[in-house]
């Protein structure tokens, strides 16, 4: 593993010349800082922040450049699925980006909207990086949005304008994979096979941290179910505690062959609408994208970075995680239904688009049937029997989320260094109490009325 130092002498050695050299012959570099970033939003990786200092054709021009480095010893980034996951998320800058933006060119498209989906990249390498020692190593630079007004969203629960806008990019960056599929076939199987599957059961005895996660977040919540029960449930709640009881005793013993169901499943092609998969985020959620507002406080631009959990699966893996954990509970039920069709809206006009730029490879009785392969009743359909999975995320990530910062760095830490451990365990079970209980009961109850809990 690459030690701080030595990633802060590749990046005084390499990288800020590669960043420079990016502005082209007429940029002189006057001078340069790097220091260190920290917060639990990076508790994977190691974060930096480089300055430069330019002069383009005279004119002075600062650029700030944040730089993840993978972190944690050998053993962590094995447990952790750290090279997986590493290997994944630079895949996505260095090769599935591109190939989107030669699908626009290639259909006399602006490929301004993939240069939209996510920060402008300088850097992005995986494997044995010269001047990072001798082991596999991840090196990502990206524009640093801040300085632009770029911030993350709440801690949990999002305006309608932040929603909104999170359906407006996650739908074209899915419909893009989706015309790479009908469009360009034989590249879209090969950039399938360099990804590397990132499964939720591993082989037997290997370290498997979504086990741990998955494992005290149902011990947690049957805990408190079993405490409160005659308090929580409504004697005509009797389907409600049915369906629980279903959960429990189908998926209590390994809550991660829930997760592996949803992601493998969607894949059988002799599944009902399995057109519906793709390339994801895979951790798409209020902390892994960046809000930019206009002067009237609302949303005009949002930008997408950690790809860390990315996947080919069903796209309502990426859906039902941001809709879970960040939609308003009180408003729940009213605001799931609209974001819905507008994520399918801004999807559908995006992959029609595409194709219908290519009329001339494909006939027109072609493009209806494709789009009509891509209608919202039957993309309806798929969602609701995979969307349990951002069940599942909020029954591990919404007492974190909900938890105190204190707590919250607490847990980062001991998830580094001893996930497997008694005080990762304990305070897992107890981080935010009850009040963050009840808000995965809240999840479990709207899931089940609307009937994505039915296939359990």
């Given at each position: ?6 990633q802060?002498d ?7 010349y590669?960043?420079y050299k ?5 940029a ?11 917060g639990l939003d990076g ?7 480089v ?9 002075a021009r600062?650029e ?31 090769e ?6 030669n699908?626009?060119?290639?259909s ?20 044995l990086?010269e ?11 990206l ?7 770029y ?6 629960t999002?305006?309608?304008d ?10 074209p960056?899915h419909?893009?994979?989706?015309a790479?599929?009908?469009?360009e ?18 082989e ?10 998955y ?7 049957y805990a408190?179910?079993?405490?409160c029960r ?29 997760l592996?169901?949803?992601?493998s ?7 009902p609408e399995?057109?519906?998969?793709t390339?994801?985020h895979?951790?798409f ?9 206009n002067?009237?406080g ?7 970075i950690d ?10 893996i ?28 801004h ?19 072609k ?31 919404m ?24 005080e ?8 935010a ?13 709207h ?10």
């Amino acid at each position: 593993m690459s030690t701080q130092q030595q990633q802060l002498d590749y990046m005084e050695r390499y990288l800020v010349y590669d960043i420079y050299k990016y502005f082209g012959k007429d940029a002189v570099l006057d001078s340069h800082s790097i220091t260190c970033s920290n917060g639990l939003d990076g508790f994977m990786s190691a974060l930096y922040t480089v300055q430069l200092d330019m002069k383009i054709a005279g004119n002075a021009r600062q650029e700030l450049v944040l730089v993840k480095f993978m972190k944690g010893s050998p053993e962590f980034r094995e447990s952790s699925k750290s090279y997986t996951q590493f290997a994944n998320e630079i895949f996505v800058y260095a090769e599935l980006l591109p190939a989107y933006e030669n699908l626009l060119r290639s259909s006399k498209l602006n490929t301004d909207l993939v240069e939209q989906l996510v920060p402008r990249t300088y850097c992005a390498k995986f494997g044995l990086v010269e001047g990072l020692g001798t082991a596999k190593e991840s090196v990502l630079a990206l524009q640093h949005l801040k300085p632009l007004g770029y911030e993350l969203g709440p801690r949990l629960t999002l305006r309608s304008d932040q929603l909104e806008a999170m359906c407006r990019i996650l739908g074209p960056y899915h419909a893009l994979g989706y015309a790479l599929r009908i469009l360009e076939p034989h590249l879209h199987e090969r950039l399938r096979g360099e990804l590397i599957t990132l499964p939720f059961v591993f082989e037997a005895n290997a370290p498997n941290l979504y086990a741990v996660l998955y494992r005290v977040a149902f011990d947690r919540f049957y805990a408190f179910y079993d405490r409160c029960r005659d308090q929580l449930l409504q004697p005509q709640d009797a389907r409600f505690a049915e369906a629980l009881q279903r959960l429990r005793d189908k998926y209590f013993g390994q809550p991660v062959e829930l997760l592996e169901h949803i992601r493998s499943h969607a894949l059988d092609e002799t599944q009902p609408e399995s057109h519906f998969s793709t390339f994801l985020h895979g951790d798409f959620n209020r902390n892994n994208v960046l809000f930019h507002e206009n002067e009237e406080g609302k949303v005009d631009e949002i930008r997408m970075i950690d790809f860390q959990e990315m996947r080919y699966s069903t796209t309502a893996i990426d859906l039902s995680f941001f809709l879970y954990m960040n939609t308003p509970v009180a408003e729940r039920g009213t605001i799931f239904a609209r974001l819905l069709r507008l994520y399918h809206q801004h999807m559908h006009d995006t992959l029609e688009l595409v194709l219908q730029r290519n009329h001339e490879t494909l006939p027109e009785e072609k493009i209806n049937q494709l789009l009509s392969d891509y209608s919202y009743e039957r993309f309806e359909a798929h969602f609701k029997r995979y969307a349990f999975y951002g069940v599942m995320i909020c029954m591990h990530f919404m007492p974190w989320l909900l938890g105190s910062d204190a707590d919250c760095d607490r847990l980062s830490k001991l998830f580094e260094t001893d996930m497997h451990g008694a005080e990762f365990y304990e305070l897992s079970m107890n981080i935010a109490g009850d009040a963050a209980n009840r808000q995965i009961l809240d999840v479990l109850r709207h899931a089940f009325e609307q009937g994505y809990m039915d296939w359990i």
